[in-house]
C-alpha cells in the first residue's frame, strides 16, 4: 500500500501502553513490575527460604531448598506497597476456614489454568519486598468466581 507522510501522519498511531492497555501487555508478561500490581494477581516462584523469612519463620513449617510456591495479592496500598499471602497445595489442617483458588481456574490476562486447588494462607501475610516481587512470574489475575 503506498502512503504519502502527509496520510501516515494524519491516520495517527495508537501507541501501546501498560496504563491504557494492560490486558494487551500482561498476556505477554512473564515479570511484572510492582506499579501494575492489582489485589488477586497471582504470581508463582518464592522461594520456602525466602517466605520463612518474610514469615518471621511461621512458614513453612519445614524448609525445603529450592522449593518454590505461589503467593497471591490480598491488598494493594495507595503508597505502592502490597500485602501478599503464601499459597499451598495442601489442604491446611490446622485453620477452620482458608480461602482457595479451584483447580482448572483459568486465569484472566493470561489464560493460565491453575493446575491444582491452591489454598491461600492469608494467616502468613505480609508486605512483599521490592527483592522478592522482582523474581517472581506473573501468572494471571485470579476471577472472583474461583476464590472459594
Not at 72 to 82: E, H, N, P, R, S
Request: charged share 20%.
Amino acid at each position: 500500500m503506498d502512503m504519502d507522510g502527509e496520510t501516515f501522519w494524519k491516520q495517527g498511531r495508537k501507541t501501546v501502553t501498560a496504563p491504557g492497555d494492560l490486558d494487551l501487555i500482561l498476556c505477554s508478561t512473564v515479570y511484572l513490575p510492582m506499579r501494575f500490581w492489582r489485589k488477586n494477581f497471582w504470581f508463582t516462584g518464592a522461594l520456602d527460604e525466602t517466605l520463612h523469612e518474610c514469615t518471621q519463620k511461621a512458614f513453612p513449617g519445614k524448609v525445603l531448598e529450592g522449593k518454590t510456591r505461589p503467593l497471591f495479592v490480598l491488598k494493594a496500598f495507595q503508597q505502592g506497597l502490597f500485602a501478599v499471602a503464601p499459597c499451598t497445595s495442601r489442604t491446611p489442617y490446622r485453620f477452620s476456614h482458608c480461602h482457595f483458588i479451584q483447580q482448572g481456574c483459568r486465569l484472566l490476562h493470561t489464560g493460565f489454568e491453575v493446575d491444582k486447588t491452591s489454598y491461600i494462607l492469608d494467616r502468613f501475610r505480609f508486605n512483599i519486598p521490592v527483592s522478592l516481587a522482582e523474581t517472581l512470574r506473573f501468572r494471571g489475575e485470579v476471577p472472583l468466581s474461583c476464590i472459594g
